[in-house]
């Protein structure tokens, strides 16, 4: 008899061990992230699986991208993007351009196939500009505050640059936001991912932003 | 794209890269020995150029003592730089003018923090002779032909033909200029090869072949 309940008990010790193990397994199998990005534009970037990526039709129509204008741009021969994807913490996020200084936090991804003028003009400094025209704002007077110090980032052949600032101007609202972007050898085409919210929810969920940034990957090294 | 040598340079490191460039160098020698021409090399700066074997070469403190040298916008020392003059009575003063005998100038030089985020490919163009600088200042340049933009693997560059009318000692000067970059935009190599308008003309097909030659490898990051 005795012998029987240590048997028992051997048995419901190894069962108890054997399911630890395997809500431990289960629990790694489960991602908390989500891949976003397009093979075919060489690039990748992570978000918490809580977020949405915002399909092209709802980005259209809300104002967040215009193909039409981007055709226009490519016909004409002027720099323009190639791939477009935004994702967000929330839903409203996507209800409107104007949520980029919203209480939610977003991410935008872009491909610049850039023109001969460009080309030429390119340069590490001026990557920073690629999505807000710091510079400019700076000129006009906008309030711009450099969040932290620009790094230069080299992968092989591609080269970039990392920054984040605060800018406070009429047209947009207030907005923090970091940027990673990088230019191929050519440059010819330019990758960048833009993250941010208001200033408030910047500074709140900064490790989260700080997290999708580092995840941006270009692949193929800009060939 | 252009990749020197018609070869499509890889991105060694290492001792691997070394050793393969100190062989290709070596044959390089051993075969522009054969074909009447001698190199300038520096495996250091990692740079090769093919000259006609007549050519005299000349020294950074050689050419630091002319005039010409002056123009050119060098602040300090670089780590590398020569120059050569395929003059019959060459002298280190015949290097960036407007000599009848074509001439030579290779530089590799680092750029400074401010140099390597401003830096475009346009930018490239005024590394050695301030173009765009000289053209407001109401210095005659001409462009003689399209530039071309290269790139070898994290390696990018252009070459361009130009005339500047300088004035004394240098006069007026044509030149092809090949200029590369690398990825990390930390460092610039260069090849000027020149001289008066009509014997840039002249010697179009030598100096062509001269700048053809120049051969920076892509070193991947570096």
Known sequence: MGHGRGSRGFMAAALVTFAVVLAGLLSACTTSVTYVGSSTQDLYFKIPNTWEVFSQATLQENGWIDPAASSQAALAGRSHPVFETVAGASSKVASSVDTQSGPYPWAMAQVVALDGEDQANSTLAALADEDYPIDQLNQDGDRVQQLSPTRLLVDGALRGSRVAYQIDSQQTGAISFEQVAFLNSATDKVWLLDVGCSPTCFQAHRAVLDRIVSSFIVTGQGR | ?222
């Open chain 2, 1 to 222: 794209m252009t990749f020197a040598w018609g070869l499509r340079a890889r991105a060694v490191t290492g001792p691997a890269w070394s050793l393969a460039l100190s062989l290709g160098v070596l044959l390089a020698v051993l075969l522009t020995a054969c074909a009447g021409t001698q190199a300038v090399v520096s495996g250091s700066q990692h740079l090769y150029v093919s000259l006609p074997a007549g050519w005299k070469i000349y020294s950074e403190s050689q050419l630091a003592q002319t005039q010409a040298f002056q123009a050119l916008g060098v602040s300090a020392p670089p780590p590398f730089l020569a120059g050569a003059s395929g003059s019959p009575r060459p002298h280190a003063a015949d290097v960036f003018t407007q000599s009848s005998y074509p001439w030579a100038v290779v530089l590799a030089e680092p750029l400074t923090a401010d140099q390597r985020s401003s830096m475009s490919l346009l930018g490239l163009n005024d590394i050695l002779v301030p173009v765009d600088q000289l053209s407001s200042e109401g210095i005659p340049v001409q462009t003689l032909s399209q530039p071309e933009l290269l790139v070898n693997g994290a390696m990018r560059g252009t070459l361009e033909s130009l005339e500047i009318g300088l004035p004394s000692p240098i006069g007026e000067v044509d030149y092809d200029q090949e200029t590369w970059s690398n990825s990390a935009t930390n460092k610039v190599w260069l090849l000027m090869v020149g001289c008066s308008p009509r014997c840039f003309q002249a010697q179009h097909s030598a100096i062509t072949h001269i700048v053809s030659s120049f051969y920076v490898p892509d070193r991947g990051n570096q």
